[in-house]
């Protein structure tokens, strides 16, 4: 069974910066897109990034495109994300999700595995 696990959240300042880590399990991802989605409170799931977890194309958000950064680590089965020049309105619980044949990255439904998520608070 996939497993995801995201870890590296925390509280920082206003132009710090955090780097997210998801340890994947469970199968072989090759085919599989990772992606990162962001959810405020009260508010909805949100696309941060995506990756193919094979051939390593990326996508952003418009968002953070300037600021975050996804990669993967294939030999270690990781997925990360490193946020640079963090702002409140980047305060959310970041989930990593993965599924196979992904076309419409940005689509929350388009993701059958989750993580539980990390808290990221940024303050001003």
């Known amino acids: 069974q996939v497993q995801l696990v995201e870890s590296g959240g925390g509280s920082v300042q206003t132009g710090g910066s955090l780097r997210l880590s998801c340890a994947a399990s469970?199968?072989?991802?090759?085919?599989?897109?990772m992606a990162w989605f962001r959810q405020g409170l009260g508010k909805e799931r949100e696309f941060v990034g995506s990756?193919?977890?094979?051939?390593?194309?990326?996508y952003l958000a418009d968002s953070v495109r300037s600021r975050f950064t996804i990669s993967r680590d294939k030999s270690k089965n990781t997925l990360d994300l490193q946020m640079n020049s963090l702002k409140p309105e980047d305060t959310a619980v970041y989930y990593c999700?993965?599924?196979?044949?992904?076309?419409?990255?940005?689509?929350?439904?388009?993701?059958?595995?989750w993580g539980q998520g990390t808290q990221v608070t940024v303050s001003s």
């Open positions: 990756i193919r977890w094979s051939g390593g194309v990326t």
């Open positions: 999700a993965a599924a196979f044949g992904v076309n419409l990255v940005f689509r929350v439904n388009e993701y059958a595995y």
């Open positions: 469970g199968r072989t991802f090759s085919g599989y897109t």
